[in-house]
């Protein structure tokens, strides 16, 4: 996909009959290979969304602790993948939706602040949601914050965000789980979650 003036890889995969599309925004350090938004996106793709999957940065670019951390550069991407997608057959008249985790969901919620209506909807897991704090004003997408109730710092981040959103909100807090949700039972729910979000707004 040629985007911002290189190439990135993804895995875009649209069911028949698909209503959405859900675009994932990973976090620092993480890729389109992420095993945890892969097991999310096979749940959304069980309930007849498409999803598509596709590394932010080029590899050369995620060796560096600076560019992972340039959120407006993950959103110029995120933008770009959208339009990418818009401009292809079999995805233009999809309604589109973003999962980001950790940073990624700051680059959502700042795409879905660009994009105004044209966003379905937003779903954040772990989000650092405070780094996109300037817009958060804009959202207009439906949006739902997952959290690990043991993630407090981050829990304390997503609190006082959403706060601050003034759209169809959601918070919800996974008893006990950590920053990865990966205690037993933590990511399904977290991608059950997500699903019945995305269904139901795209």
Not at 61 to 71: A, K, L
Not at 122 to 146: I, M
Not at 169 to 193: C, N, Q, R, T
Request: glycine share 10%.
């Amino acid at each position: 996909m040629p985007v911002d003036g290189v190439e990135l890889e993804g895995d875009l995969r649209v069911p028949d009959g698909a209503s959405g599309l859900v675009v994932f925004a990973h976090g620092s350090g993480s890729s389109r290979k992420s095993p945890r938004n892969n097991h999310v996106a096979d749940v959304i793709r069980d309930r007849g969304l498409g999803t598509f999957l596709f590394d932010l940065l080029t590899e050369a670019e995620d060796q560096s602790y600076e560019t992972r951390f340039d959120i407006p550069l993950l959103t110029t991407r995120l933008l770009g993948a959208t339009e990418w997608l818009r401009d292809r057959d079999e995805t233009a008249a999809l309604e589109y939706g973003y999962f980001g985790s950790s940073t990624g969901a700051a680059a959502a919620l700042l795409a879905a602040a660009d994009l105004g209506t044209r966003a379905g909807a937003v779903v954040s897991r772990g989000g650092r949601v405070d780094l996109a704090e300037s817009r958060l004003d804009d959202v207009s997408a439906p949006t739902l914050f997952v959290v690990g109730g043991a993630d407090e710092q981050v829990l304390e981040r997503n609190r006082d965000a959403f706060a601050r959103l003034d759209c169809e909100k959601s918070l919800e807090v996974i008893p006990g789980a950590g920053h990865l949700f990966e205690g037993p039972g933590e990511l399904d729910a977290v991608a059950d979650l997500a699903a019945d979000w995305f269904e139901t707004h795209l």
